[in-house]
């Protein structure tokens, strides 16, 4: 899990491109809270699949781990 400081630099780091990419999407006619809720749909969908990654490679790594005490 990544620590508070390298989450914040991150958030920081993305900050002026998100802000400039709700930006646009509000000027092109989709209401704020049309663009919220695309963002969030966005961002959940980013996390199942990062999630799921972490699922996969755990279990790979438990499964080594296992076929290694087995042996």
């Keep these: 899990m ?8 991150c958030r920081e780091a993305l900050a002026e ?13 989709w209401s704020e809270q049309e663009v919220a809720l695309a963002l969030t749909d966005l961002a959940e969908t980013y996390l199942v699949k990062v999630g799921a990654t972490v699922i996969i490679e755990d279990s790979i790594y ?10």
Aim: hydrophobic share 40%; glycine share 4%.
């Design 2 to 9: 990544a620590n508070r400081e390298a989450s914040e630099t």
């Design 17 to 29: 491109s998100f802000e400039a990419l709700v930006e646009k999407a509000i000027s092109t006619g």
């Design 62 to 71: 438990s499964q080594l781990a296992f076929e290694r005490l087995k042996n």
